[in-house]
C-alpha cells in the first residue's frame, strides 16, 4: 500500500513538474499581472513592463531629431480653480516618474524620479491609442480606408454577430461604439481585467473583441471602451494588408527620429497591446507631441495628415463635447482616440491610466510629458486628470 502511495504521489509530482514546465512563463505573467499595480512594485514595474510580459521591439532608424536645451524652473504654485497648489506637492501625491516640458525646440525642463532613468521604457497605457490614430489618418490619407462611415464589418467579417456588426469605423474611433465594456481596474471581474488575463496567460484580443455585445446605441453616447482601440488595429490591419508592428515602424517611427526603441506588448498570437501596451522612453513622447503641435510636420515632410489632426480633434457633437456636469465635475471632450479639456484653447492630451499624459498646446507652442505611477488616478470621478491639465497651463504659461 506504502509503495503504491509513493508510486502515486510520484507521478503527481511529474505531472505538476511538467505543467510548470509547459506553463512556466504563463505562470510568470500571471504572478506579474496580478501584482502589476502594487504600491511596492509599481514605480518598477511601469518602467519595466517589456521584462514581465511577451513583446515585440520595433527599432529606431534614420537620424534623430535633436531638442535644444534652454532650463526653466517650474512655476512654484499653480491655480485650480480658485485653490493654490504647490507644484512639487503636486508632483509627489501624484507618483510622477518623469516630467518633460518642451517649448519650441528646446527642453525646458527634464527630470526623472523615484531611481527611474532617462532611457527606462515607460509604459503608455491609454497613450498608444493616439499612436494608434495616427496610423489610422495616414491610412485614410493613402486611400484605403475612404470612407469613415462603413461599418467595421467591412473590413473585418469576423465581428458579425458580435456587438459590433453594423457599427461604423467612426463611432468605435470616438468611443462611441455602444459596447458593453466595464474599464474598472480595481474589479477583478471588470472586462479590462479579464484582457489582462488573456495578455498573461495566452489568448487573442481578437476573439476577445469579437465575444462583446452591445448595450447602447452607436453614435449617441461616448463610453470609454479600450476594446474599440483594438478593432480600429483590426481595421487597420485588413486595410494595409501589414502587421501593426509593420505599419507602425514604416509609416512613423522610422520618420520620427526617435532615439529608442518602440516596445509592443502582445498577446499570445504576437498581435500587439495597441490599446495601451507601447513602452517607449520619454523624449520619444514627446516627439510624438511635438509632431501633432507642428501640424504633423517634421523637417518639411508632412508625416501625418493635417486634415486627420484636425477632424482627430473635432469634438462638436454634443456626446463629445467637454462639459462641467451638474455636481460640478469636469468631462473631458473626445475625438479620434484624443481628448480635449474643458476650455480648451488650442490643447489636447493623450492620457493613460495612473498618469500618463502628452499635453499639447498648440497656442503657446507647448508639449509636456508625465509619466506616472499614480495609484489614486480614477479617484474623485478623474479629478487628477483636470488638476494635470490646470499645471500643465500653468507650466505652459509661465514659459512665455
Known sequence: MKSKLVRIFSAISLALLVLIGVYNQQLIQLFHTIRLFNSDVIVHNFSHIPDLVQTKVIKPTGPVNTFDHSPKALPATFDYYGDSKNT?????????TALLVVKGNDIT??????GTGEFDHRISWSMAKSFLSALFGIAVEDGLIPDLNVPVTDYVPQLIGSGYEG?????VLQMSSGIYFNEDYGDFFSDINRLGR?????????DFAASLTSHKTPGTEMHYVSIDTHVVGMVLRAATGKRIEQYFADKLWSKLG??????????STGE?????G?????????????????????NGEQLVPLSWIEDSLNNNEPHLKAERRADNSVKFGYGYQWWIPLDADQEFLAIGIYGQYIYVNKKLDVVIVKNSADTNFMANGYESKVIAVEAFRAIAKSLN
Not at 88 to 96: G, K, P
Not at 109 to 114: D, I, L, R, S, V
Not at 167 to 171: A, E, P, Y
Not at 198 to 206: K, P, V
Request: proline letters at 2%.
Open 198 to 206: 488573456i495578455m498573461a496567460l495566452g489568448g487573442s484580443f481578437d
Open 109 to 114: 525642463f527634464e527630470q526623472y524620479y523615484q
Open 258 to 267: 526617435t532615439e529608442s526603441e518602440a516596445i509592443y506588448i502582445t498577446d
Open 272 to 276: 500587439p497591446m495597441v490599446l495601451g
Open 278 to 298: 507601447l513602452n517607449i522612453i520619454t523624449r520619444d513622447y514627446a516627439r510624438m507631441g511635438k509632431l501633432y503641435r507642428d501640424n504633423g510636420v517634421l
Open 167 to 171: 457599427v461604423s469605423i467612426k463611432n
Open 88 to 96: 512639487q506637492d503636486w508632483l509627489t501625491a501624484t507618483n510622477t
